[in-house]
């Protein structure tokens, strides 16, 4: 019997984020015994297992996963498991570990890299797409795997820089293995198994089970692949500070990108650095630094900047500004607008490029 087909049958039963996984991997490390044990019926089945889950693996057997596994053969579609060296390690300790990983793309880079997750609001501003992009891309060109969901917004961004790059990224998803979701990011799909990345579920091709929560579940396998979780921009409640909080709980630093007061699309954001649950994060080498890549390297590079890619305000800002350093106080009557948002303007265009910061809060062109 293929041992991977045994995974399977396992997995199936389980379903994903079971949260007695390792528990049971604990007492029957190779889930063929366990087979073996049913089967015979003279042990009592583990206490752990739901009764719903025991049903399911008395009333199957590992052969009945044959299609799926042949299926996923033929479609290109990787079935990794935690006996086999490609697993991911970063996910191993999870006490909710997936019992089977699908996987399209390079499993390659899923180890021995250093990996940073990106995450942020599906519907963001211009300030927050900027950030993530600027910041994902120098991350990525210091061989930095970017780890995000591939959903709209700024996890586009994040596997897009990397993507420019050419460095590999990690996509996981809560939908099926065959299912691109959102459908528009099916070229940034392909662009990103082409480029060395791996796409990532534990759902299979075809799934059919229950959808309710699968999108929080892969959540906790953005922040375990990551060794630091950075956050561009975020509502008060949102996915993104679900994430955050399986973050702190495996003990991942956490960053987030400064933003603007007025905002309601950096509440979250601002509130997680408020608390002191997040570090500042307006540089790449703020990251860099946790994780000791590139300390030679202290200004990252960015793209040339282009103020149409900044908001109204930023925009305004960045006209009045000169050589010489000038006070917000000064910028506040040259465009009209009160000092707290030229001050966000002023973080945007130094994200952007635009700007460059001197000591007392006064602002040069760059």
């Not at 293929?2 to 007492?27: F, I, M, N, P, R």
């Not at 752990?48 to 044959?66: G, I, V």
């Not at 390079?106 to 963001?124: E, F, I, K, Q, W």
């Not at 002023?346 to 602002?363: D, S, V």
């Amino acid at each position: 019997m293929d041992k991977t087909l045994v995974w399977l049958w396992l997995a199936d039963a389980v379903g994903s984020g079971c949260h007695y996984a390792s528990e049971l991997l604990a007492l029957y490390p190779d889930p063929a015994e366990l087979y073996d044990v049913l089967r015979a019926g003279t042990e009592a089945p583990p206490e752990c297992l739901s009764p719903r889950a025991l049903a399911q693996l008395q009333d199957t057997t590992p052969f009945d996963y044959e299609e799926r596994l042949d299926h996923c053969l033929l479609t290109g579609v990787e079935v990794l498991t935690p006996d086999e060296a490609l697993y991911p390690d970063r996910l191993r300790d999870l006490p909710d570990l997936p019992l089977a990983l699908y996987v399209t793309g390079n499993a390659d880079c899923l180890n021995g890299r250093r990996y940073v997750g990106m995450v942020g609001t599906r519907r963001p501003s211009a300030y927050g797409r900027q950030a993530a992009f600027d910041l994902s891309l120098a991350m990525a060109q210091q061989g930095v795997v970017l780890v995000s969901g591939m959903a709209d917004g700024l996890d586009s961004e994040a596997h897009r820089a990397a993507v420019q790059a050419d460095e590999p990224t990690v996509a996981f998803l809560g939908t099926a293995i065959d299912k691109t979701y959102p459908a528009s990011n099916a070229k940034l799909r392909r662009a990103i198994e082409k480029s060395g990345g791996a796409v990532c579920s534990e759902y299979p091709p075809a799934y059919a089970g229950r959808t309710t929560g699968t999108f929080l579940a892969r959540n906790r396998l953005i922040a375990a692949q990551s060794e630091a979780l950075c956050v561009a921009e975020a509502r008060t409640r949102s996915g993104t500070l679900n994430t955050v909080g399986h973050a702190e709980r495996l003990g991942r630093p956490v960053l987030a990108v400064p933003g603007s007061i007025y905002s309601a699309l950096s509440e979250g954001a601002n509130e997680l650095l408020r608390t002191h649950r997040a570090e500042p994060l307006c540089a790449a080498a703020d990251v860099l630094r946790l994780l000791g890549v590139g300390e030679e390297t202290e200004s990252p590079v960015q793209q040339r900047f282009d103020p149409a890619d900044v908001s109204a305000d930023a925009r305004a800002v960045y006209a009045v500004l000169k050589p010489t350093p000038q006070g917000v106080d000064a910028l506040c009557v040259l465009t009209h607008l009160p000092a707290g948002r030229v001050l966000a303007a002023c973080t945007e265009l130094e994200l952007a490029g635009g700007a460059e910061a001197q000591p007392g809060r006064r602002y040069v062109a760059k």
